[in-house]
T-cell receptor, first 116, second 111 residues
């Protein structure tokens, strides 16, 4: 099956630090990548959708200046949490899809962010 | 009305029983449906997809789709404790480019 990786898997940082998370599709070209956030015992929350080479589309209530998304190539998207604060501590998960795969979304393993 | 509705559970079944997970959706145009499993602390993993009305079987899993009723279900036969997880239903949106996730049903299989 299609494989999506994320790096790093864990981040602990001080408040005010910017954190970059990478999402890669390893064996397919992802026309679309998605970024989700999940707080403990809560549902997946879609943050934004990005297509290669174009600006990301953010969900209502998600600050685009705080969560910078760059979909630089068909296999790489990055999410940068700028000036992270404790309330940004969460589980960040990316997924990738491709029309050739029937728009099935394949998820990365997630990145757990803890802001002190 | 939520776009995708699932009973949050927990749904508790004994080991070896059939677990039945249900999902209703509001977008009549949806043509493709996906079931994901999410273990606690992990990211979702794809179980199966279904596109046509009726049943689709894959091992111990059977997905059922009724587009007229806007209803999709997942049956797990011979449930095992390792099946204990949250199951997410996700129809493909009408633009055909994004999944809409339900809140998930937490399944507990007791030995």
């Amino acid at each position: 099956g299609a494989v999506v990786s994320q790096h790093p898997s864990w981040v602990i940082c001080k408040s005010g630090t910017s954190v970059k998370i990478e999402c890669r599709s390893l064996d397919f070209q992802a026309t679309t990548m998605f970024w989700y956030r999940q707080f403990p015992k809560q549902s997946l929350m879609l943050m934004a959708t990005s297509n290669e080479g174009s600006k990301a589309t953010y969900e209502q209530g998600v600050e685009k200046d705080k969560f910078l998304i760059n979909h630089a190539s068909l296999t790489l998207s990055t999410l940068t949490v700028t000036s992270a604060h404790p309330e940004d501590s969460s589980f960040y998960i990316c997924s990738a899809s491709d029309r050739g795969l029937g728009e099935t979304q394949y998820f990365g393993p997630g990145t757990r962010l803890l802001v002190l | 009305q939520k776009e995708v509705e699932q009973n949050s559970g927990p749904l508790s079944v004994p080991e070896g029983a059939i677990a039945s997970l249900n999902c209703t959706y509001s977008d009549r145009v949806s043509q493709s449906f996906f079931w994901y499993r999410q273990y606690s602390g992990k990211s979702p993993e794809l179980i199966m997809s279904i596109y046509s009305n009726g049943d689709k079987e894959d091992g111990r899993f059977t997905a059922q789709l009724n587009k007229a009723s806007q209803y999709v279900s997942l049956l797990i036969r011979d449930s095992q404790p390792s099946d204990s997880a949250t199951y997410l239903c996700a129809p493909l949106n009408n633009a055909g480019n994004m999944l809409t996730f339900g809140g998930g049903t937490r399944l507990m299989v007791k030995p």
